[in-house]
């Protein structure tokens, strides 16, 4: 599986809509302090599910959407698209290309988007949290993680691997039978 584009439009500093389409090979980012190299990241954790508006360097969820500068005014709707190469099947789902989306507007309601249909928040994590993709394994790393890795406690080194190994998501839900 490849990511092969994002479409960003309306969220952090990406006023207007912009692609980015990763060929094969490695991608860098670069430009000057604030150009928002970091956004992009984000923009791909938070359409792939991510909750926590403070790991995205903000106080409320709403708060993704590019809220203006001196010179442009600000936007109602933040809207990002990752397009991914499914042909090898990585992803548990039929189709040889996904899309993924995700919406939100200053009212904070969100909506979530599997190849343009409407989905739930947690089909979109499900989708990921086998593949060793999830928001929270280290496919994505950002400062400080690595670190992180090494101070942290024992179990909760384990719910990293178990995340990466693919077993987490069965232990969630043992874990969710087990309360009922
Ligand atoms: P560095 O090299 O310092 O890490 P960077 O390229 O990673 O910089 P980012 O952190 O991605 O930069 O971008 C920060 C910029 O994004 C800031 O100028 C900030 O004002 C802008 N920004 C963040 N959220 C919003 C928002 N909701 N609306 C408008 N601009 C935003
Ligand atoms: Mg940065």
Sequence with gaps: MQLKRLEIKGFKSFADKTVIDFTDGVTAVVGPNGSGKSNIIEAIRWVMGEQSAKTLRGGRMHDVIFSGTDSRKAVNIAQVTLILDNSDKFLPIEFEEVSIGRRINRNGDSDYFINKESCRLKDIVDLFMDSGLGKESFSIISQGQVE???????????????????????KLEKEKAERK
């Design 148 to 170: 992180a890795v090494f101070n942290s406690k024992a179990e909760d080194r384990r719910a990293i691997f178990e995340e990466a190994a693919g077993v987490f998501k069965y």
